[in-house]
T-cell receptor, first 112, second 110 residues
């Protein structure tokens, strides 16, 4: 399968714990994006990378969120000190330059 | 600030009953508009990119069109497997990040 993959698919954690998600993009795609989606809403932009450089972060992104793409391939998204409001589907997408984005299956986070 | 409104929020159709979904947008210098299909619990699946007013694209029972202020997704003779949420996302000239609408939830009854 050469699509975007995300792990884990589901994560249940207690409030205050740290969580980390991984995204593996389509291999030839140089751009990688992270989104958050809650029920009944469209995907909300969090941050994006071109190769290993993080070029943009949403103004709404809390300091508890951090993302990396160390070698321009896979990326990780970490949420520190999780809160119940962080419960959502976290989506990763990749693209070639500014063209259409291809999404992974998402990671469903539940914070108890 | 870029804005996107999709209507209706939800649509129920009988199998074979054609209809259209609307995406109204306000963006600075549209560079393109994406349509996606999303099944429950899954990531969005890319359908179309439209770049300029008057452009149309088709895929099976779906046809997407674009004007300067709106895009339409026409569904001809839908089948139950077309049931999903359809998202539109315009891309403004000054950004590489599309703005997603809230989607239209389509249910097609057999």
């Amino acid at each position: 399968d050469t699509g975007v993959s995300q792990n884990p698919r589901h994560k249940i954690t207690k409030r205050g714990q740290n969580v980390t998600f991984r995204c593996d993009p389509i291999s030839e795609h140089n751009r990688l994006y992270w989104y958050r989606q809650t029920l009944g809403q469209g995907p909300e932009f969090l941050t994006y990378f071109q190769n290993e450089a993080q070029l943009e972060k949403s103004r709404l992104l809390s300091d508890r969120f951090s993302a990396e793409r160390p070698k321009g391939s896979f990326s990780t998204l970490e949420i520190q000190r999780t809160e119940q409001g962080d419960s959502a589907m976290y989506l990763c997408a990749s693209s070639v330059q500014g063209n259409e984005q291809f999404f992974g299956p998402g990671t469903r986070l539940t914070v108890l | 600030e870029d804005q996107v409104t999709q209507s209706p929020e939800a649509l129920r159709l009988q199998e074979g009953e054609s209809s259209s979904l609307n995406c109204s947008y306000t963006v600075s210098g549209l560079r393109g508009l994406f349509w996606y299909r999303q099944d429950p619990g899954k990531g969005p699946e890319f359908l179309f990119t439209l770049y300029s007013a008057g452009e149309e694209k088709e895929k099976e029972r779906l046809k997407a069109t674009l004007t300067k202020k709106e895009s339409f997704l026409h569904i001809t003779a839908p089948k139950p497997e077309d049931s999903a949420t359809y998202l539109c996302a315009p891309l403004s000239g000054g950004s590489y990040i599309p703005t997603f609408g809230r989607g239209t939830s389509l249910i097609v009854h057999p």
